[in-house]
């Protein structure tokens, strides 16, 4: 599976960004997709998964509430509405997708077997 991202660019503080991801192949029902992001000098953190199958969705605490992970199935698609953007929120966002993962691991980095190119978010005060 390849995924592409795109949607990432240079906003100010409150301002809001919409990042998509395309995958190449139908991920399934036990899959997710899902973004993750790495700021300079930190690790790469979860942000937001979308379970493939029932699309159930999962946030880390620092985005909940503003952003919004959202799926379009029929586009094998997955997209990222980011509202109320901070500058701590700025880093290189990667998208990954994984065709059979559970719910205890969707949080994990280590159990997304896909990546895509990371696309570059920074956010200005």
């Known amino acids: 599976v390849q995924l592409q991202a795109s949607g990432g660019g240079l906003v100010q503080a409150g301002d809001s960004l919409k990042l998509s991801c395309a995958a190449s192949?139908?991920?399934?029902?036990?899959?997710?997709m899902g973004w993750f992001r790495q700021a300079p000098g930190k690790a790469r953190e979860f942000v937001a998964t979308?379970?493939?199958?029932?699309?159930?969705?999962y946030y880390a605490d620092s985005v909940k509430g503003r952003f919004t992970i959202s799926r379009d199935n029929a586009k094998n698609t997955v997209h990222l509405q980011m509202n109320s953007l901070k500058p701590e929120d700025t880093a290189v966002y990667y998208c990954?997708?994984?065709?059979?993962?559970?719910?205890?691991?969707?949080?994990?980095?280590?159990?997304?077997?896909?990546w895509g190119q990371g696309t570059q978010v920074t956010v200005s005060s």
């Open positions: 990954a997708a994984d065709r059979s993962i559970i719910l205890s691991s969707l949080r994990d980095m280590r159990f997304y077997d896909y």
């Open positions: 192949e139908r991920i399934g029902s036990s899959g997710a």
């Open positions: 979308i379970k493939w199958g029932g699309g159930h969705t």
